[in-house]
């Protein structure tokens, strides 16, 4: 019963729901005459040719509930989620710009607060932007851009058969009132070691040791891993029991459809796994083989002796977007 729960719960959480209409919008956006654009959507950044690299580009909006319920957070939380889309790839971020737009000035005071405690926590500087100050609502969206060596890029498409699933995150957070699904991992930690959470992604992308990877976003560490899995034309099976939980009375539904304030979903080959854990462990975090990918294009659950299936790609969508290019290096 409790596998059907979990099932239920992350088919219709909007976390995932929200992504259907992604590609309804890309077909209106085509790209493939641009001859230097090497990875687009289902990717968690745009990856420009630029010379022995890739210029990572990515931009975030923050939903507006969160906006009314923490506006420090909003802030905060702007920042954060572009950070990891770079670390996401194997990249180092370099930039942001932000657009603003204010009701209320108290809270536009708090948006800043935020934007300026994570700005100096992760030291990646917002260098411009645009503000609308005589709005009917309240909005913060922040792009950012990044750099990643062409060999070391890590795609969310390129997940391969007989790969081992791994989740990686910090469970030593806490939510924060009124979020429910959002934990919070980094603002009481030392910025030393939130920078080097970040840094280990580039070490991961540096060795050349996982095949594809996501940071873990809105729709929770599965819904995330359902995207990778998608976008890159494969199925999985995941076994909830192996997935890190923070210590404590953490309720499991909760803690399977939360943002991660930092948290990765990784496939790669098996005799890579161990050092990619060993490397979340040495910054504090945990990791664990969660499962396998396969090429079923099903993407099931599993639970005890239980096994049920979550989405069925020949039918299901998360965002629909489907890899059209190919690295050249690869």
Not at 86 to 98: E, K, T, W
Not at 111 to 121: D, F, N, T
Not at 189 to 210: N, P, W, Y
Request: glycine share 8%; with cysteine.
């Amino acid at each position: 019963m409790m596998l059907d729960k979990i099932v239920e719960a992350i088919k219709t959480f909007p976390g995932v729901t929200r992504k259907h209409t992604i590609h309804e919008i890309v077909k209106y956006l085509p790209t493939n005459s641009f001859a230097n654009i090497a990875a687009n959507e289902g990717e968690d950044a745009a990856a420009i040719e630029y010379g022995d690299n890739y210029l990572l580009f990515a931009a975030d909006g923050i939903m507006e509930s969160l906006l009314k319920i923490n506006p420090f957070y909003a802030g905060y939380f702007a920042v954060l989620v572009n950070i990891n889309d770079i670390a996401a790839m194997g990249g180092r971020a370099l930039a942001m710009v932000d657009v603003m737009s204010v009701k209320d000035e108290r809270i536009c005071s708090q948006i800043l607060k935020g934007m300026e405690y994570a700005v100096k926590k992760f030291n990646v500087p917002i260098v411009g932007g645009h503000t609308h100050p005589d709005c009917q609502y309240h909005a913060i969206d922040i792009s950012i851009i990044g750099t990643v060596p062409k060999a070391d890029i890590i795609l969310s498409s390129t997940a391969k058969c007989g790969d081992d699933i791994i989740f990686a995150m910090d469970t030593y957070g806490f939510f924060p009132p009124d979020l429910k699904y959002a934990y919070d991992t980094t603002t009481n930690k030392e910025d030393k070691l939130v920078r080097s959470q970040i840094e280990a992604m580039h070490e991961i992308a540096s060795k050349r040791l996982v095949h594809a990877a996501k940071d873990i976003s809105n729709p929770g560490c599965i819904g995330t891993m359902g995207m990778l899995l998608e976008s890159s034309g494969k199925g999985g099976c995941v076994d909830i029991d192996k997935i890190p939980v923070p210590s404590g009375n953490v309720d499991l539904i909760q803690w399977i459809l939360s943002y991660q304030g930092y948290g990765f979903v990784l496939s790669c080959s098996p005799k890579n796994s161990q050092e990619v854990i060993d490397i979340f462990k040495n910054v504090e975090c945990e990791g664990a083989i969660v499962g396998k990918v396969n090429d079923s294009q099903i993407f099931s659950l599993k639970m005890g002796t239980e096994e049920k299936i979550l989405f069925d790609f020949n039918n299901d969508i998360i965002t629909g977007c489907n890899p059209i290019r190919k690295l050249k290096h690869q």
